[in-house]
Nanobody
């Protein structure tokens, strides 16, 4: 079964940038739909961005549109979240996730994803 490992989190000042990476091991990466979610302390897990298996369909939550970019490299079994113009409210643990056969309506739903990474902390200071 596929496993996911995030990297790239850290501490950054407001207005700065970070690039998260998620590396997949195992097979079936190229056929997977991929997403980033985040969870801040005391809050529910929140959808951030998703990219379908061929990369032609991408979705973002409204609060990150124009600032974050999701991408994938099927040859490297990796996908990324470029985060620009970071704000203190972006502070959270970020998780990457993979799923198969998702409907469009399910791309933003965490329960639709079968495999999750362990999370990486992003802290944005004001």
């Amino acid at each position: 079964q596929m496993q996911l490992v995030e990297s790239g989190g850290g501490l950054v000042q407001a207005g700065g940038s970070l690039k998260l990476a998620c590396t997949a091991s195992g097979s079936m990466f190229s056929s997977s739909d991929l997403a980033w979610f985040r969870q801040a302390p005391g809050t529910e897990r929140e959808f951030v961005a998703a990219i379908r298996r061929r990369g032609f369909t991408i979705e973002y939550t409204d609060s990150v549109k124009g600032r974050f970019v999701i991408s994938r490299d099927n040859a490297m079994n990796m996908f990324f979240l470029q985060m620009n113009s970071l704000k203190p409210e972006d502070t959270a643990t970020y998780y990457c996730a993979a799923g198969w056969g998702l409907l469009m309506s399910g791309l933003r739903v965490g329960d639709q994803y079968a495999v999750w990474g362990q999370g990486t902390q992003v802290t944005v200071s004001s």
